[in-house]
Structure formats: structure tokens, C-alpha cells
T-cell receptor
């Protein structure tokens, strides 16, 4: 099955700093998505990318769909305490199931 | 607009009992997906259903697990004769078309 590896596994940053995380796959995907999961909750969609090379922003978040279709990155600018959580990338090949990455756990120190 | 709803949020079962997890998709959504998440891991796909039909069950264990999405009512994920290894968070997602999936809050199953 498809393997999605996220790095880093965890990050500790100061409030106000920028954050960068990425996701690589052994297979190509047609869609890349980034989700955030808070403790005890389900994943919440942050950004969806549908085209290789696409760069999309959503407020302080920016994500890119890699040209090779095997990777994606997510940047968060000027982090705030509520950015704390686990960030998951997910790849979608056909229009059914998502393949999730291993997650990046973000801690923001006020 | 209500989001995806799942109940119960927490479920405790003893080994050998049955677990029934319910998912009500967002209004107007006819596609439902079930995922399982073990601690410290990402979500793993189990099954994809569209009203009354199972479209893809490639991630579903062959035994003890079943899913349905009847014409009326919520989607049900049923686990028979639960074992300790079934302890996990089970998430349901729904979509209007075969694109963006919106997730529910999950059901945390603990098997004693």
C-alpha cells in the first residue's frame, strides 16, 4: 500500500515563528490534502491541492503540490498558540479513500 | 449546517461483545467513509459506502467487521466479538461528491 512519510515528527517552536513541514510518498497522487487534528477530535481540512505544482494559501497557511506528485509541503506563518495540534497530510489517487501520513505534532510555546 | 455526527463518542466493550458505531453524514452527502486510527498513528481507510452500496471495502478486516449505509438512517460500522486489538478511534467522513471528505469527531472504542 501507499506509504506517506511526514517530517518532522514533532516540532517545538516559539509563538510568532514560521513552521514548515512536508510529506513524501512512494506513489503518485492526484490530490493532496492537509488536515489538522486536535486531541479527542476528528481531522479538520485545512487546504486541498488538485494540480501538480499548485500553490494554495488559506490565511497564514500555504501548501504546495509537488511537481513529481509524490510530495507536498505545508507552511504556517507567524504561529499562534491555537496552531497546536497534529497535522496530517493525505493523498488521494482515485475518488474514494484517503491515505494519511504519519503526522507532525506541533507545539507552540507562548 | 450540522457537521458529520458520530455516536457514541466513547464506547467500552468487553472481549467477545459487539460494538455498533453510528455515523450521520452531513446534510446532502451520500458518500460515507470509515477510517481507524491507532494511538500516535495516522488514519487508515476501512470502507467506502454510497447509499445502500459498499463501493470499496479493501481496508476492512475480512472477519468480524461489517458496514452498512441504509436508505434511511445513519451508516453503521459493526464489530462482532471484539478483541483488545480493536481498541482504537473510529472516524467517519462524508462527501457530497467523490471529493472533499469532512470528518466526524470519532468514536473511541476501548475493549477490556
Amino acid at each position: 500500500g501507499q506509504q506517506l512519510n511526514q517530517s518532522p515528527q514533532s516540532m517545538f517552536i516559539q509563538e510568532g515563528e514560521d513552521v514548515s513541514m512536508n510529506c513524501t510518498s512512494s506513489s503518485i497522487f492526484n490530490t493532496w490534502l492537509w488536515y489538522k487534528q486536535d486531541p479527542g477530535e476528528g481531522p479538520v481540512l485545512l487546504i486541498a491541492l488538485y494540480k501538480a505544482g499548485e500553490l494554495t494559501s488559506n490565511g497564514r497557511l500555504t501548501a504546495q503540490f509537488g511537481i513529481t506528485r509524490k510530495d507536498s509541503f505545508l507552511n504556517i506563518s507567524a504561529s499562534i498558540p491555537s496552531d497546536v495540534g497534529i497535522y496530517f497530510c493525505a493523498g488521494q489517487l482515485e475518488a474514494n479513500n484517503l491515505f494519511f501520513g504519519t503526522g507532525t505534532r506541533l507545539t507552540v510555546i507562548p | 449546517n450540522a457537521g458529520v455526527m458520530q455516536n457514541p463518542r466513547h464506547l467500552v466493550r468487553r472481549r467477545g461483545q459487539e460494538a455498533r458505531l453510528r455515523c450521520s453524514p452531513m446534510k446532502g452527502h451520500s458518500h460515507v467513509y470509515w477510517y481507524r486510527q491507532l494511538p500516535e498513528e495516522g488514519l487508515k481507510f476501512m470502507v467506502y459506502l454510497q447509499k445502500e452500496n459498499i463501493i470499496d471495502e479493501s481496508g476492512m478486516p475480512k472477519e468480524r467487521f461489517s458496514a452498512e449505509f441504509p436508505k434511511e438512517g445513519p451508516s453503521i460500522l459493526r464489530i462482532q466479538q471484539v478483541v483488545r486489538g480493536d481498541s482504537a478511534a473510529y472516524f467517519c467522513a462524508s462527501s457530497k461528491t467523490q471529493e472533499t471528505q469532512y470528518f466526524g469527531p470519532g468514536t473511541r472504542l476501548l475493549v477490556l
